[in-house]
Nanobody, 127 residues
Framework: EVRLVESGGGVVQPGGSLRLSCAAS????????MAWLRQAPGKELEWVSA????????YYPRSMRGRFIISRDNNKNTAFLQMNNLRPEDTAVYYC????????????????????WGQGTQVAVSS
């Protein structure tokens, strides 16, 4: 059974940091591109970042560069998202997802692009 389990979400003040984790099982983790996406209430799914199978290549949409850092530990079958200088507009449910191979940026935010999904972890940025 394939599982992606996110953790690390919570409530944080503006300017604060959180580190999300995604524990994977049931598939060959280091064959897959891993990604983080998010969805805020009433808004569309938004791609946050992605990382190649070996961690050497990291991808971010222009709007996410500089504050978010994706990483992975293939020995632990876990992906991470370090989020710094958080803003109220970062409030959303954050999902990790996986697919074989990278794709074009325009498709990164589409649900159908990703083969496996986690259940999500809530992040709330509020004073």
């Amino acid at each position: 059974e394939v599982r992606l389990v996110e953790s690390g979400g919570g409530v944080v003040q503006p300017g604060g940091s959180l580190r999300l984790s995604c524990a994977a099982s049931g598939f060959t983790f280091d064959d897959y591109v891993m990604a983080w996406l998010r969805q805020a209430p009433g808004k569309e799914l938004e791609w946050v970042s992605a990382i190649s199978w070996n961690g050497e290549n990291k991808y971010y949409p222009r709007s996410m560069r500089g504050r978010f850092i994706i990483s992975r530990d293939n020995n632990k079958n876990t992906a991470f998202l370090q989020m710094n200088n958080l803003r109220p507009e970062d409030t959303a449910v954050y999902y990790c997802a996986a697919r074989l191979g990278i794709t074009i940026e325009e498709d990164m935010g589409l649900r159908k692009t990703w083969k496996f999904w986690g259940q999500g972890t809530q992040v709330a940025v509020s004073s």
